[in-house]
Nanobody
């Protein structure tokens, strides 16, 4: 059974940092395309960052967010620095597999490209 469990959300002031984690189980992690999505109130869910062997980012978070993974622990991370109020959203971990290339994973930008989802973790940034 595939499980994705996020943690690390919270409330911070603008300019602060948070680190999200996603513990994955139930599949072969190293052949998965992983991503972080977010959904703000009244807005569509958007991919913030994705990774297979290298990371890719939404323009709005480039230079501030870093996606990484520890394949030995089957865990995905999102380090978020210089947070802004517009980063406020529910953040979701997502997985799709099997995937065997960054070419495929980088182009998986829509929620319909991912089959498995975590329950989400709330990030709130105050000004």
């Amino acid at each position: 059974q595939v499980q994705l469990v996020e943690s690390g959300g919270g409330s911070v002031q603008a300019g602060g940092s948070l680190r999200l984690s996603c513990a994955a189980s139930g599949y072969t992690y190293r052949f998965a395309c992983m991503a972080w999505f977010r959904q703000a109130l009244g807005k569509e869910r958007e991919r913030v960052a994705g990774i297979y062997r290298r990371g890719y980012y939404h323009d709005s978070v480039k230079g501030r967010f870093t996606i990484s993974q520890d394949t030995a622990k089957n865990t995905l991370y999102l380090q978020m620095n210089s947070l802004k109020p517009e980063d406020t959203a529910m953040y979701y971990c997502a997985a799709n597999f099997p995937v065997y290339s960054d070419y495929t994973c980088e182009r998986a930008q829509h929620q319909t490209d991912f089959r498995y989802w975590g329950q989400g973790t709330q990030v709130t940034v105050s000004s």
